[in-house]
């Protein structure tokens, strides 16, 4: 595909449910990150992947938010035990990192509903 | 903690008229970048300048970069109501394999 796609595109779910997000990026390239954005904020930054590094976590906001990659493919980003608060737009971005600054392209997110 | 930070937080002009925004960062950068995202979904990348650089332009977009007072601003020229969106700023520290950091954004309003 041409650019980065994420499914599904919106997740209604009621509280104390798991929910897992898929990122597709774009081939070929070494770096992805997730962000959540709430209803008229900005982006909060949840994890960084690039290439076999160790993946950087800070972002995640509590132990229920994991995510995995592999290799330089999907990524999935998992929520356990939602809560109402986890509700927000999350999106995924990936980069080519190759000396270059990053240029990032961003999917189209995914809409959680925690009900 | 946020590295960038944009303001004004809001802005609601006539088209016609130019925008700027502006943004402000903490630590040293390696670059700093613009997007633009128009509902909410998604960003797009509209311009980069390097620490190096003081000023760069795309088409009605002008970007400057101050790093002795660590801002940058992004000015639209001639706006349109095409141009409504919020626009954010994104910086990366001084290695090109650090996170890309972005601000809480500018919501630009242009009235026809």
Known sequence: GAGVSQSPSNKVTEKGKDVELRCDPIS????????????????EFLIYFQGNSAPDKSGLPSDRFS????????????????????????????????????????????????? | ???????????????GENA??????????????????NS?????????????????????????????????SLLITASRAADTASYFCATQRKTSYDKVIFGPGTSLSVIP
């Open chain 1, 67 to 115: 995510a995995e990659r592999t290799g330089e493919s999907v990524s999935t980003l998992t929520i356990q035990r939602t809560q109402q608060e986890d509700s927000a737009v999350y999106l995924c971005a990936s980069s080519q990192t190759s000396g270059d600054p990053d240029t990032q392209y961003f999917g189209p997110g995914t809409r959680l509903t925690v009900l």
């Open chain 2, 20 to 37: 700027t925004m502006n943004c402000s960062y903490k630590t040293s950068i390696n670059n700093l970048q613009w997007y633009r995202q």
């Open chain 1, 28 to 43: 070929g390239h070494t770096a992805l990150y997730w962000y959540r954005q709430r209803l008229g904020q900005g982006l």
């Open chain 2, 40 to 72: 909410g979904r998604g960003l797009v990348h509209l311009i980069l300048i390097r620490s190096n650089e003081r000023e760069k332009h795309s088409g009605r977009l002008r970007v400057t970069l101050d790093t002795s007072k660590k801002s940058s």
């Open chain 2, 1 to 15: 903690s946020q590295q960038g930070e944009e303001d004004p937080q809001a802005l609601s002009i006539q088209e």
